[in-house]
């Protein structure tokens, strides 16, 4: 719907040092409001592997009883059981929507760049906390898998494969999370960035099967301005971004109201159907700061009303 950005993206673009410092002041927020970014109820409950104490909890139902410290529980009268590292370390998994529509560019960022911008952070904060964070970036043209992991060079992979992606052929976010449904068996976080501009229904069936096994779902919605806004009032030529060739040419006068009506409704029903079934849905324009849908999704948090 407007020019392409053709600008390739750096490191530094994707994730600049103004965000990063800025992020740093996030992180310290989100260890006061939580266990960590993002770290909700939906804990991993397998065997940990580590023998470094963490921290005491207070036992519930399908916690492992041999991890009860009796002599803490005899002390307050309640069972607590001890939690190690491998326990309470988050499992994230990003899964990022690299579709030509993303190309779309409004007020000089496109919102591929934003979407870039949002994944670069959210592993930024993942990895600096010591939690471990995977990516599957796909459309219909290709498939990148980086399995999860913890350490500083996964977010050099991550930072790599995001500033040489580009955004191109047709959506195909529902490969992405079969990937996920088929190979990710520890519960954890699924954050999904994408414009969401595509025929919804296999997506949230997927993101239905991940809830189901335990998995906290949150997405990212990245909103181009001029695909909201519609500021057209004369007859003009529309190139389908995910379909070489196809063009329309179109009196956009007589044709704003219907689009707006449309897309509102689109929007609409994108929220309804979140907040049915407690998908946290955080979406931003292509021109706004990256800081602003993070400290939502922690204020969310801080408040008790994501993940609890």
Do not use: C
């Amino acid at each position: 719907m407007a020019d392409q950005d053709t600008t390739e993206l750096t490191f530094d673009s994707v994730l600049p040092v103004e965000t990063r410092d800025a992020l740093r002041h996030l992180e310290i927020f989100a260890r006061k409001t939580a266990e960590g970014l993002l770290h909700g109820a939906h804990v991993s409950r397998r065997k940990g592997v580590s023998t470094e104490f963490d921290h005491h909890k207070q036992y519930m139902p399908g916690d492992p009883i041999k991890h009860v410290d009796w002599k803490v529980s005899a002390r307050h009268d309640q069972y607590y059981i001890k939690r190690y590292i491998e326990d309470t370390a988050l499992a994230v998994q990003l899964v990022v929507d690299s579709s030509a529509s993303l190309k779309q560019t409004s007020g000089g960022v496109s919102v591929w760049r934003q979407t870039a911008h949002i994944a670069a952070s959210l592993a930024y904060l993942v990895v600096l906390q010591r939690d471990s964070i995977g990516m599957v970036m796909t459309n219909t043209d290709s498939t990148l898998w980086l399995p999860s992991s913890s350490t500083q060079a996964q977010m050099v992979r991550i930072l790599q494969a995001l500033a040489s992606a580009r955004a191109r052929a047709a959506d195909a976010l529902d490969t992405s999370l079969r990937a996920v449904l088929e190979r990710v068996s520890r519960r954890g976080i699924v954050a999904i960035v994408s414009d969401l501009m595509f025929d919804p229904e296999s997506v949230r069936r997927d993101i239905r099967k991940l809830q189901a096994r335990g998995h906290e779902v949150m997405v990212f919605q990245i909103r181009d301005p001029d695909a909201e806004s519609f500021p057209f009032n004369r007859w003009m030529q529309f190139d389908s971004l995910e379909r070489a060739g196809v063009r329309h040419r179109v009196d956009t006068v007589p044709l704003k109201r219907f689009y707006l009506e449309e897309y509102r409704a689109f929007m609409e029903e994108w929220r309804s159907w979140a907040r049915k079934y407690d998908v946290h849905l955080i979406s931003l324009r292509s021109v706004d700061p990256v800081e602003k849908a993070l400290g939502e999704y922690l204020a969310l948090r801080a408040e008790g009303r994501a993940g609890a």
